[in-house]
Every structure is written in C-alpha cells, then in structure tokens.
C-alpha cells in the first residue's frame, strides 16, 4: 500500500522559511517522480516543483523558481520542500505526491499526501 504523510506546514512570517517533510512508503522509488502541489480555496490545485527520484534532477514553475528548492533523502525515503523567501500569496494546503512521470500535469500523479497547511503572515 502507498502512503505519502507530510509534515512541517505551520505559521511563518513574510520572508521567512519553512521545510515540508513527505515520507514515502510502498513505493518502487527508482521509477517516480515526487512534486509538491499547493492549493488555496476556491483555486486549482497549482504545481509548485518535482524530482526524479533516481536522478535527484528537479524542476520548477517561475512562481517559486530560485525561492523553493526540492531534495530527497533515498535512506529516509523522504522528499522534502525547502521555501525561502516565503510570501503571504504562498498561504495554501501544500501536498506531495507521486507519478511514474517526470510532469507537472496533476492528473497524471497517482498517489496524495493529505496536505499540511502553510500560512504566511504580512
């Protein structure tokens, strides 16, 4: 059985920094592609980054290229969301998941994590 469990959402304030922490588990980790997705209300649910998890090679949108940065830890089958910089606009639930595709497409990614909230103060 696969199961993504996030971590690390909290209360930061304008500027500052936070880490999300995604466990992975059940996963054949060398064929996947982790990413982070973000959703506020009312919106879709907007791409924020992936990783391959073989390679370590990532990608990001320009909405948070050069503040967000993606690593994984294989040992500790762990994807983390490292946000810097941190804007009231990035406010949102913020979710991992994973894919048997490098994309961005939030369609084609078949396992969720149930979300941790992030909420950035002026």
């Known amino acids: 059985q696969v199961r993504l469990v996030e971590s690390g959402g909290g209360l930061v304030q304008a500027g500052g920094s936070l880490r999300l922490s995604c466990v992975a588990s059940?996963?054949?980790?060398?064929?996947?592609?982790m990413a982070w997705f973000r959703q506020t209300p009312g919106k879709e649910r907007e791409f924020v980054g992936n990783?391959?998890?073989?390679?370590?090679?990532?990608y990001y949108p320009d909405t948070v290229k050069g503040r967000f940065a993606i690593s994984r830890d294989i040992a500790k089958n762990t994807v983390y969301l490292q946000m810097n910089s941190l804007e009231p606009v990035d406010t949102a639930v913020y979710y991992c998941?994973?894919?048997?595709?490098?994309?961005?497409?939030?369609?084609?990614?078949?396992?969720w994590g149930q979300g941790t909230q992030v909420t950035v103060s002026s």
């Open positions: 998941a994973a894919a048997n595709h490098f994309t961005t497409t939030q369609d084609r990614y078949d396992y």
């Open positions: 059940g996963l054949t980790f060398r064929s996947y592609a």
């Open positions: 990783i391959r998890w073989g390679s370590g090679v990532s």
